[in-house]
């Protein structure tokens, strides 16, 4: 079929079958983020006990790039510390997917900046400083297909 982006078998199962889908009540900390240009949106919800990442969970409006980069990157981060998780970048996460067509990197980022923004909102919520920075990506020259 021409136009058909060539998704890999792994990006295909986490869209299909995505991992930790939903919401946490008593989340520890929420982030949302968005790209306006396609309109893909993704709010992820942590809940850390003693500096680990205990569950998390996540609500992806958009592509099935979006919505397996979310997946994957729940199942990358549950488990681990907090500062395990903020060593994730959009890379690993689409290394760990098998790769995404060019045109679809943009959601591996959006991915890795839920994760960062639930972070940062919990390191609010306890009243800590943020010990890390905001990468500042832009999508205004992104497409998304």
Do not use: W
């Amino acid at each position: 079929m021409s136009g058909q982006l060539p998704y890999s078998e792994k990006v295909m199962d986490h869209f299909t079958n995505p991992r930790n889908v939903g919401e946490i009540s008593d989340a520890s900390g929420i982030g949302t983020v968005g790209n306006p240009i396609c309109g893909d949106v993704m709010k992820m919800f942590l809940k850390i006990e003693n500096n680990i990442i205990i569950d998390i969970k996540f609500k992806t409006y958009g592509c099935g790039a979006a919505v397996a980069t979310s997946s994957m990157v729940t199942e990358m981060v549950k488990g681990k510390t907090i500062e395990e998780a903020l060593k994730i970048s959009n890379k690993a996460v689409a290394e760990a997917l098998g790769g995404l067509p060019p045109v679809k990197m943009h959601c591996s980022v959006l991915a890795e900046e839920a994760l960062r923004s639930a972070l940062k909102d919990y390191y609010t919520k306890q009243g800590k400083p943020i010990p890390f920075e905001d990468k500042g990506h832009t999508h205004e020259n992104e497409k998304c297909l």
